[in-house]
């Protein structure tokens, strides 16, 4: 199982529509939509796709396809900019 | 219902107990340019964002845009920043230099429900005297730049309120060794402040500030006589810290006592009620509502506030609280003959340097 998990020195802040991400090393600030910024939110304290998927289903009233279809893209996103490691447990 | 109202209101939106209203209807458009322009310029963009996505700010469709996009670069400038600060603290910390965030980046984080409802503009620290020059050193081989060259060798550890250092992609950060210039400033003994911290996590990693009682201190002197008009980012954050504590105002008292500075607090806290209109009654507000500033009190103040505010008063004032004939005659000096490269970079001669400083005491009476 996948477990996700925030990148240690990422500093964040929510914003009207957006989720803005300044990643250690990095130069450029990462703008993530609705969907990611709830799943930034959502990783404050959970590190499991399933249970992330299932906040931002209740959050955006969404369908559990489209959601975690819209998580894991979002993660994905997080992944290859930095701000979000992930290992197999 | 006037623009400086509304901003008033909105920089109290959230507070208990502020009886200022917001409007009801959506301003019209140029009314709206010109609420949208201050709220920026003063840094309450955040608060305004959030009063309006509550509903409790009417706004249209456009202006929410607008304002969200004001915010926006905000952020994005307030991540640049805390990035600087956390750069900062850790280069501090492996030379042994003990710092204290202080303002917006700590308050942003220790004061407010999110941290996206307070904009700041750089990072303030607080280090002690004996920390000044190497604290410089560090940051200058960090790649940041001192604004000014310092008006002689040994003026910012001794005298000085703080450096201002600037870095290659514009972010400031100043260096205080106290919390205001003049006498003020030298009056307070910073050490206390050391000695217990509040602390907030910034990218994951613990910020040390100012405990309770300190950064009631430094937000009641920025009140008081930081600006001719007081910032609403600084009367919102001294509502907030003193709302937070109904009673036990007693060692704040005891810190600006020592610092002789009890008209200064006195002063911030009526400030603080007035602009917010706060319908709480406190002990602290009880008293600063009967507080009686003393003769040296009102002279001391002079040099912040009213028609005799100058750098040069607050030179001469500084003066009067100097505690030896060596440190009054080594600040004068100072003052009144800098090195030849603080003169360059004001572009003044010595000359023409007395003459204004002369000037401007005349001046102010």
């Not at chain 2, 109290?12 to 340019?33: F, I, M, N, V």
Request: glycine share 6%; hydrophobic share 45%.
């Amino acid at each position: 199982m996948t477990r996700w998990v925030r990148a240690p020195g990422v500093l964040w802040r929510e914003t009207f529509d957006q989720v803005l991400l300044l990643v250690p090393g990095r130069e450029e600030i990462v703008a993530g939509n609705l969907c990611t910024a709830a799943v930034w939110d959502a990783l404050s304290d959970l590190d499991d796709a399933d249970a992330i998927a299932r906040v931002v289903r209740e959050t955006f009233d969404i369908d559990a396809e489209a959601a975690d279809q819209d998580v894991l893209e979002a993660l994905q996103q997080l992944r290859e900019c930095g701000a979000v490691v992930s290992h197999e447990q | 219902m006037s623009s400086s109202s509304i901003l008033w209101a909105i920089s109290a939106y959230g507070l208990p107990g502020s009886r200022l209203e917001l409007p009801t209807q959506p301003l019209k458009d140029r009314a709206w340019r010109g609420l949208l322009f201050e709220l920026d310029r003063r840094r309450v963009v955040g608060l305004a964002l959030r009063a309006a996505l509550e509903g409790a700010l009417p706004v249209t469709a456009p202006q929410i845009r607008q304002l969200a996009e004001a915010h926006n670069g905000a952020m994005i400038w307030a991540l640049r920043i805390e990035r600087a600060l956390l750069q900062a603290i850790e280069r501090l910390e492996d030379v042994g230099v003990d710092a204290r965030a202080l303002k917006g980046t700590f308050a942003a984080h220790a004061l407010y429900a999110s941290p996206s409802d307070r904009i700041f503009g750089d990072v303030d620290l607080l280090v002690r005297s004996e920390d000044m020059d190497l604290a410089v050193a560090e940051l200058q081989a960090l790649g940041y730049e001192r604004l000014f060259p310092q008006l002689r060798r040994g003026f910012d550890r001794r005298y000085g309120k703080a450096v201002t250092l600037q870095s290659e992609e514009g972010v400031q950060i100043d260096l205080h060794r106290t919390f205001l210039m003049g006498p003020h400033g030298l009056l307070l003994d910073t050490e206390p402040l050391f000695a217990s911290a509040q602390e907030v996590t910034i990218g994951g990693r613990q910020v040390k500030g100012l405990d309770w009682d300190g950064q009631a201190l430094h937000a009641a002197f920025t009140v008081a006589v930081g600006d001719l008009t007081p910032k609403p980012t600084a009367v919102r954050d001294l509502a907030e810290l003193l709302l937070r504590r109904m009673d036990g105002h007693e060692a704040l008292l005891e810190l600006a006592e020592r610092a002789e500075a009890l008209a200064l607090v006195a002063r911030a806290v009526n400030l603080t009620w007035r602009l917010l209109d706060l319908a709480d009654i406190l002990p602290i507000n009880r008293w600063a509502q009967r507080y009686e500033p003393s003769r040296r009190e009102l002279t001391l103040m002079r040099s912040y506030i009213g028609r005799r505010r100058s750098y040069a008063a607050k030179a001469f004032d500084s003066l009067r609280v100097l505690p030896t004939t060596r440190d009054r005659l080594a600040y004068l000096w100072a003052v009144a003959m800098p090195d030849r490269s603080f003169l360059r970079g004001q572009k003044e001669t010595p000359l023409h340097w007395l003459q204004r400083g002369s000037r401007a005491l005349v001046r102010g009476g």
